[in-house]
């Protein structure tokens, strides 16, 4: 009887922690200085598990309009291609969306804020340095200076 008892407490347990494991990977991560400078001081492998956990996670992010286009990826009309320049790493970030007002809006060079859920990010060379990543864009804004 004991023991039965003592199984059904660490399945408990197991299952509080993997709810608490699940919830925690459903936060939204904001992509900020703290982020990017993580992200540079780090090796090739650690870049590439960083952007594994984020996956299907909702991120917040800003980058420099680079085009507004015409797509069918994802299911969406239109994609926004954005890039973000840092020492030593380079981004682009292609926020997938159905809404319409973003294509008039955008213009090359605005900053464009976003939320999203984050779903891939490729690597476009050896080094790990340069990154496409795949966004679901939920809300995004032109930031006014």
Known sequence: MNKRIILF???????MCIQSFSDEKKAEVILDNEF?????????IKRIRTFDM?????VKGRGNVVKV??????KKKFRIVLSLNLHGIQILYYCYTDQDE????????????????????TPLNARFDTFIID??????????H
């Open 9 to 15: 407490i660490i399945a408990a347990f197991m299952s």
């Open 36 to 44: 990017y400078t993580s992200l540079q001081n780090s090796d090739a």
């Open 54 to 58: 984020l996956k299907d996670v909702i």
């Open 69 to 74: 286009e015409v797509t069918d990826v994802l």
């Open 102 to 121: 973003y294509f008039d809006l955008l213009q090359p060079d605005d900053i464009f804020e976003f939320s999203g859920q984050f779903v891939v990010a």
């Open 135 to 144: 966004i679901l864009l939920e809300e995004g804004a032109v930031v006014v």
